[in-house]
């Protein structure tokens, strides 16, 4: 039986909700209702208050006084704050890895392996796997460092990292085929321990996403 109520439905609610702004189903600016959001879910108001009071402390709603709450479209402003803390935490990654003589052969495999991944979801135009992919692809780099407050830092900013991602190749399909060929790019440079190509070679693939906004 579904719970309606209490910390399990809330939990529901934030998910369900987060993931729909995140993807861009939900634009900056778009209304959004606990009633509408109770309805789909199948539980009442109260959880999807709550969902919502977390949301907006992660800066995704804004609440709005007996109407529900609005998403907070991402400004040109944060998407630059994202990518320059991105860049900082995936450089600083490679550099320890590099400075460790390499990724080693487990993380160069599950590369490999997530390549292949993006290669399908290019193939099909799967806006949703690829990012998904994409955000993966990035995270083991920075696990591979090995280092436990970067890969925090990177997980603290996965939710915005996301959005963003989602807002460029919507807005441009076209860019999962070049998005991809960075990827190998920047795949070959961190394997062979090329630290300046690696380097310039993520500042340029982060630049695209300036345009998304």
Excluded at 71 to 88: K, N, S, W, Y
Aim: with cysteine; hydrophobic share 45%; charged share 25%.
């Amino acid at each position: 039986m579904t719970t309606t109520t209490g910390p399990v439905a809330a939990e529901r609610a934030y998910t369900h909700t987060k993931a729909r702004i995140i993807s861009g189903e939900l634009p900056g600016g778009t209304l959004v209702s606990e009633g509408a959001i109770g309805a789909e879910l199948g539980i009442s108001r109260t959880p999807v208050h709550e969902a919502f009071l977390l949301l907006s402390a992660e800066q995704l709603l804004e609440l709005v006084s007996r109407k529900g709450a609005i998403v907070r479209p991402m400004t040109p402003t944060e998407a630059a704050d994202v990518l320059a803390m991105r860049q900082g935490i995936e450089s600083a990654s490679a550099a320890q890895v590099f400075a460790a003589g390499g990724p080693g052969e487990r993380f160069a495999e599950l590369l490999t392996a997530n390549l292949r991944l993006q290669r399908g979801h290019v193939a099909a135009r799967d806006v949703p796997g690829f990012v998904a992919a994409d955000d993966d692809f990035h995270a083991l780099m920075v696990e591979a460092s090995g280092n436990p407050v970067a890969m925090h830092f990177y997980d603290e900013l996965r939710s915005r990292q996301q959005r963003l991602r989602n807002l460029l190749l919507r807005v441009d399909p076209a860019t999962l085929e070049s998005s991809y060929d960075d990827h190998r790019e920047l795949a070959d440079y961190f394997v062979c321990g090329e630290a300046t190509r690696f380097t310039d070679a993520l500042a340029a693939h982060l630049r695209r996403y300036q345009g998304a906004i």
